[in-house]
């Protein structure tokens, strides 16, 4: 059953000059519990139609259906709402909160449900330590590794149980090492049923999940 | 979620000490100007002792006549004629008290001495005990028979019987007062210069005083409660109306009552449709006044604003990506600025009291050594206003910056930490 479907996307950005098109006509459904990889060279879509998939982004023409429900129509409250319940992201650079310790950021997806203060840090403290990182909970970003961080940033996609993980370039600011350990996390997430998209350059990375399709110039081209 | 903004608020002024220093400045300033004419207002109106009902009391002081054959207006702004006291506004049920008073220059030889003073004694009668409160350091007032007889008895305030008695215990003690002998039967704790409806060097009973039927007065008239004002001020207009009927063809204004804040910014004029027209005017400048003080340092501190929630613009897009809608976003910001406003606030409201210290003789127009007191100060509407300031210097500088980022794309908001 597909999770994701993605229906004849097209992304133009227009300027007063300029109009690019980022995506031209894709198609792409992905099934529940399927780890797949996005590759292609820089410029070719391949974040665009990550964000498109996660609601961060409206497409130009085309269709989101999301486990069974269309997007596009949908306003602004209602995505964020939809996004909250559904999707988790891990960006490469991290985009963890300077101001705010581990702890309270990862609890920050469940700040926009209705949850209390303890069932949050109760959660929190569950996907930390899940994640090994409980240990780090009252240190603030800067105090952390690169890899570190990713996981924090694993963790607060975690802890809203989301059915869906975008993730964008996840070890593109990590050593092999680091990346490694991030892999296998993923990994974990995928076996326990969780859907996953990532962006990836690594091909030894992609070539580790269930399918790997490729872009070029905002086209499949596998 | 409030807390963990706090916590974060508290945590990005630690992150940042230099630009939060210059945002706390830049709003304390702010709050400084607001405050300091909010103070300086509230500290003409506050109630304090021995003016401490200055919230339940009417003034009137302005008796105009306009002779409708010959077109000749009599006026005067400083006092009603004894006569029409007694006989029009003595009768008047409302009020809980109605009192009157009759400043005068008076000479003054004190007891065993040939030293001559110029001091300004206040005739009043004995109801004038009851409206202010005054301190007694010894002695008492003058009773309402005492009052009633004429009797030559004076109060004076700690500072007048130590220059005119020294060391000496005044109580019993006379002195002449116009070349007439006065017992004195009490003194006074020294009272603030800006009680200015009660201040005197000495105060008398005016029966006390040759021909004080001919003299004018200024009558405060005590209301039970501050909702018997329209009854009160309809009162009066019954009287103007009384006397005018009685009267033709003259026509009467006593140009009020006046309240308290009213009565402080009273320019003088000789008629009510010329005061109410000056004190919309006066109205008009203050909100000017006041969006001016407001606007100005807004307008500075939303560019701040500004710079600063751009560089957490990727801190804005990942919230919205894990469901923070827009109006979430906005009061985040919202809550997070009124934090910095606060604590520029409190220092603003310091600063302010610390100008008007310094400041007392320009802005309150008393002596470098007057006294201002606490409560005129520190009151539950001073704060009221400071939150108030707070509150709009917040929306004004912080409102629009919020609303452009919370309304910007999340792409766009998170691309803006790739592109650093």
Redesign the interface.
Known sequence: MAIISLENITKIYRTKEVETVALENVNLEVQQGEFLSIMGPSGCGKSTLLNIAGLLDQPTEGRVILDDIETVAMRNGELARFRNRMLGFVFQSFHLVRSLNVLDNVELPLLYRKSTASERRRRAVEVLTRVGLSHRMKHFPSQLSGGQCQRVAIARALIGAPKIILADEPTGNLDSHMSQEIMDLLFDLNKEGTTIIMVTHDERLAQRTQRVIRFFDGRRIQ | ?Y??YF??AL??LK?NPFISIISILGTALAIMMIMTVIVTSEIQNASFAPEVNRDRTLYLHTFTTWDTITNIQNSNSTGIPYSFCKDYILPIKTPELIVETDLCQTIVKPEGSNDIHLLEALGTDADFWELYTFTFVQGKPYSQEEFESGLRAAVLRERTARMLFKDENPIGKSMEVNFLPYRIVGVVKEISPLAKESNAAFWIPYTSLPQYENDIFRIMLLARDKSDFPKIKQEIADVERKYTLANPPLVLDLNGPLEHRHEVLNPGYPHKTKTEHALRVHKRKTVLLFSLLLLVPALNLSGFSLSRLRKRL??I??????????H?ILIHVLFENLITTLIGGAIGLLLSYLAIFSLRRWLLEISADGTIPGQALVSFPVFLAVFAACLLLNLFSAGIPAYRVARM???DS?MQ??KK
């Open positions: 979620m807390r963990i916590k974060q945590q990005m992150q990727d801190e897009g990942i919230r919205k990506a894990f469901g923070a809608r827009r979430v794309p999340i792409v998170l930490n790739d």
